[in-house]
């Protein structure tokens, strides 16, 4: 029995020497990931959590993140990380930003964290590559790119800024944010799915509870941010699941002889959608369908209404740019006098707003509204010395390079003609990427410009504030 009982002991002893070896084994792996070639220099963290933690700390500074930062200034502009379960390089290097945007679906392709997967949906265009990549970019084009901003958007955005603007007026206060939110949730809603105004207001609701947790700790329980993202998605779901399927009720109606017919279009971009989803056999599911107009709702008015709040503000806080900005409107007006009654904006003074143009690019420079672009490498790339092992995330850090003070000198300082004369920033380069770069940059930047564009012309042309 005492032999027994010894004998038990050294088994357990071996079995948790076996175990402390094998945990530091994996601890080592985690450290030191396997790869052909050299790793670029930085730290994995904690066994499972990597560097998660530090990555979602709030940081409410201007300037680069500062997990960002620090990293930077411990291991260059090309470090190595953990997020969220995965291994990332994440690169402030503009040439491999530019290889990163230039080499879509050959060594990168687009990748974003399963935790933000969830959030966005596993169907959003984001998430798909190749031929059916192309096929939704260009559906979404067709409805925002600028033809259709100059025959129809143009007179819908004008309508909704006046009418926002005079409202506004008449109230003792504004807070901003929250008033721009709703404006351009408001016309986004009407202009991709038709919505009218009492349930956009749910809507808008969901959406708002979404993008509150939407840079958050991917914990699902209730009270935490990630769990009322969650939710605002769900609820924000059901109701676009709910005009789909009217609208494509509606879409086709039994005609004379049986024959199915197209009933009439809404002029909105749920038209095109429906049209594609009701097609004999179609290339768009209704999941994709649904996800694509999730993602397109909250890309526009997240971002634009964060751009155009930090416009108001910057243009507040720097009279002499507001000041120029103003002249340039008031000349429109000007020039148009006695040519024509209406005060509309026409598509030639819309592309005459020169400097409106460069303030709208400092403004997203200094904005950084996406802190990250996500991709991954498809195969093992070289850069620099270094191996991106296939398979691992890469994060470009837009900050890092609007912020970089050898690209942009004073780089907190709001400038708006530090891009004077150079107009081939509004097609992205190396050293602007706020509406990301390559085959994957965003299609809704003529939108966005247009919308804060007009929303200028007439806050300070009218209003004094
Ligand atoms: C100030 C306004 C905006 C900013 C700063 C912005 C920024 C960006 C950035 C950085 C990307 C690239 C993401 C990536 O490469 O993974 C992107 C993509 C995208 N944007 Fe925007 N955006 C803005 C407005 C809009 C608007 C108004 C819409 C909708 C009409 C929109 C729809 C999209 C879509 C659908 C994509 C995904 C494209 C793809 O995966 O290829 N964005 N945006």
């Known amino acids: 029995m005492c032999a027994y009982v010894r004998f038990s002991g050294a088994a357990v002893a071996c079995a948790a020497l076996a175990m402390l070896l094998l945990l530091l084994y994996a601890v080592h792996r985690w450290r ?3 790869c052909l070639g050299r790793l670029p220099p930085g730290s994995m963290g904690l066994p499972l959590v990597g560097e998660t933690l530090h990555f979602f700390s709030p940081d409410a500074s201007f300037d680069v993140p500062r997990f960002v930062r620090d990293r930077l200034a411990r ?4 470090f190595k990380t953990s997020l969220v379960g995965h291994p990332v390089v994440v690169s402030a290097d503009e040439e491999l930003n530019y290889l990163v945007f230039q080499q879509e679906g050959q060594l990168f392709q687009s990748w974003y964290p399963d935790s933000f997967v969830e959030i966005l949906g596993r169907d959003n265009v984001g998430e ?4 059916m990549f192309k096929y939704l970019k260009n559906m979404v084009l067709r409805y925002f790119g600028p033809e259709s901003l100059k025959e129809s958007m143009l007179r819908d955005v004008e309508r909704a800024v006046t009418s926002s603007l005079c409202t506004w007026a008449t109230l003792p206060a504004v807070e901003l944010k929250e008033a721009v939110s709703t404006m351009v949730f408001d016309l986004s809603a009407t202009k991709l799915i038709g919505l009218e105004p009492s349930r956009s207001k749910v809507l808008r609701k969901s959406f708002f509870d ?3 947790g939407l840079i958050s700790f991917p914990l699902y329980f209730p009270g935490t941010a990630y769990y009322s993202c969650m939710k605002g998605r769900q609820s924000a779901m059901e109701v676009l699941q709910q005009v789909l399927e009217e609208r494509k009720r509606s879409a086709q109606v039994l005609g004379e002889g049986g024959r ?11 038209d095109h959608v429906v049209e594609e989803i009701t097609k004999e056999k179609p290339l768009v599911t209704d999941k994709m369908a649904l996800d694509l107009m999730f993602v397109l709702l909250f890309a526009s008015f997240h971002t634009t209404s964060l751009a155009l709040t930090m416009a108001v503000k910057l243009l507040a806080d720097h009279p002499h740019v507001l000041e120029e900005l103003t002249m ?5 007006l000007k020039d148009r006098e006695g040519d024509r009654e209406s005060d509309g904006v026409t598509w030639m003074e819309y592309k005459s707003m020169t400097f409106t143009s460069q ?3 400092e403004t997203v420079r200094l904005a950084n509204i996406a802190p990250g672009i996500f991709r991954k490498a498809m195969k093992d790339v070289q850069f620099k010395g270094y191996t991106i092992p296939s398979g691992w995330g890469v994060m470009v850090c837009p900050p890092a390079v609007h912020l970089n ?3 942009y000198p004073c780089p907190l300082t709001f400038s708006p003609s530090r891009f004077k004369d150079k107009p081939e920033i509004n097609r992205g380069s190396k050293q602007f990427m706020a509406f990301g770069g390559g085959l994957r940059s965003c299609v809704g930047a003529d939108f966005s410009k247009l919308q804060m564009s007009i929303f200028l012309h007439f806050l300070v042309t009218r209003y004094k504030y």
Request: aromatic share 8%; net charge neutral.
């Open 32 to 34: 030191n990931p396997r």
């Open 75 to 78: 291991y260059g502009p090309i």
């Open 128 to 131: 798909q590559q190749g031929a």
């Open 210 to 212: 979404f993008v509150r």
């Open 260 to 270: 199915m017919e197209k009933t009439r279009r809404h002029g909105d971009f749920l």
């Open 328 to 332: 340039e409107h008031e000349t429109i």
């Open 359 to 361: 303030v709208i690019n």
């Open 405 to 407: 003070p050898d690209i």
